[in-house]
């Protein structure tokens, strides 16, 4: 008896050992996706279809940086186009702090999906480019959340000029498509509950959930939408 409480034993502990090297292998799998993905120059590279959007009177070119590669003039319009939509929103909830905001618009593993308008009729001039102005932005990352592999968009922002147009949708339903060829298993984002409008395209037009890692009391609300196939 004695013999087979040992056998029993061992096996208990033979079995917990590979189920922890199970999941050690799982997260080290998990961790050199996001690497893999972050080492990508253009995350576009392969959908040059998506670099443009035309359509409800836009001409809209859709281009992918990095922070390096944003010059100082189009940190400052993007910061500008964030602060006028979403300040009165952060004052109405948790407050607005500048620093804070533009230390996360700006972190150096953020990637941005920059719109710029091609139409000179609809140029915002506040917004105004040597160029082509600045239509909308979507900065995201690539990242482990509660233990996922995961497409972080932290905030995407349009002018006012081109809202209702499309863009929106269109700009989420490339991130999705980024997410699912670097195997992400989903995207997810923060939207502040206050942010009615936004909440409501999120979870009726785009079909985004509540995330579990989503806290029950806050002002905000952690949204995801699963991109892995089935």
Known sequence: KAQTKCTMSDAKKKAKREALQKEAEQRKAKKSLVAAANQVGDVLADFAPWRKYEGNGLD?????????????????????????????????????????????????NARYIVAFNRSP??????????????????????DIEDDRPVLYCYEIQLDSSVQGKGLGMFLMQLLEVIARKHKMECVMLTALKNNVGAVRFYKERLRYEVDSFSPDDAAFEILSKSVTPG
């Open 121 to 142: 009729s609809i140029r915002s001039g506040s917004l105004a480019d040597a160029a082509m102005s600045l239509a909308g932005v979507c900065y995201f990352q690539f």
């Open 60 to 108: 809209v070119e859709i281009e992918c940086l990095t922070l390096s590669q944003l010059p100082q003039e189009l940190r400052d319009s993007i910061f500008a186009l964030v602060e006028k939509n979403m300040r009165p929103i952060y004052e109405a909830s948790m407050g607005w702090n500048a620093k804070k905001k533009r230390r996360e618009i700006f972190d150096d």
